[in-house]
């Protein structure tokens, strides 16, 4: 089972992506986490660069560096995992980016479309779940946290705004895609993503 984290930074993705491991872990299952972009040496090193306030990096330079980390990541963990039987939580994937790339910087939906299918040659997620986030309050856990922002968090709060609303319309009338509340307690958070899950029919 693959099953996808999405939202804008500070949505609290990793805490929950934690969480949902965890209970699953405590059931049996092999559960596998990762992210994008990363996931790979490659991957982590095109994040490296992808993140970098020291770059000017295009939006389709954007678009293609996210690919090219994400075709090494399907190879080389998510595909080999789940051949394994394992359940795959990964922390952003494709809708990151249309959200980003697409519905932020602008960029084609069906060229993005393209591009993305060419690095998961036809891998989807079984499950996608938004967490909606306001962007002050992401904004607020950012600073909460203390660390220098990166690129992409240095964007203005009218960017994050279109990734948001990005991510809903590609939420809405899909029924792979569950959108929860990121504001909501993190016990909350990860009982209604195993409902999900649950809901889905497939395990393992
Ligand atoms: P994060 O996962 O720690 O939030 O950081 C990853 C950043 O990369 C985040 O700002 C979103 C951005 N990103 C894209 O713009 N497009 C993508 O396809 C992916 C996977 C991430």
Redesign the pocket.
């Known amino acids: 089972m693959f099953a996808v984290i999405e939202g804008i930074?500070g949505s609290g993705k990793s805490t929950l992506q934690a969480g949902l491991a965890e209970a699953l872990r405590a059931r049996g299952e092999r559960v596998a986490t990762t992210?994008?972009?990363g996931g790979s040496p490659l991957g982590d090193a095109i994040r490296a660069i992808?993140?970098s306030t020291e770059l000017e990096v295009a939006p389709v330079a954007?678009a293609m560096l996210?690919n090219a980390a994400r075709a090494q990541h399907v190879a080389s963990l998510i595909r080999p995992a789940l051949e394994r039987g394992e359940t795959v939580i990964c922390?952003?994937f494709v809708d990151?980016?249309l959200a980003?790339?697409g519905y932020g910087r602008g960029l084609d939906l069906s060229m993005l479309r393209g591009l993305c299918e060419l690095a998961v040659g036809g891998l989807g997620a079984d499950l996608t779940i938004v967490l909606d986030c306001e962007p002050t309050l992401s904004r607020e856990r950012l600073d909460a946290r203390g660390s220098a922002r990166d690129r992409?968090?240095n964007e203005r709060y009218g960017f994050h705004q279109r990734v948001r609303e990005g991510f809903l319309a590609l939420a809405r009338g899909s029924s792979r895609h569950v959108v929860l509340d990121a504001s909501d307690t993190r016990e909350n958070l990860v009982a209604a993503a195993l409902a999900a899950i649950e809901g889905l029919g497939i395990r393992g």
């Open positions: 930074e992210r994008e972009p992808f993140l954007e996210v922390d952003r990151s980016t980003y790339q992409l968090e």
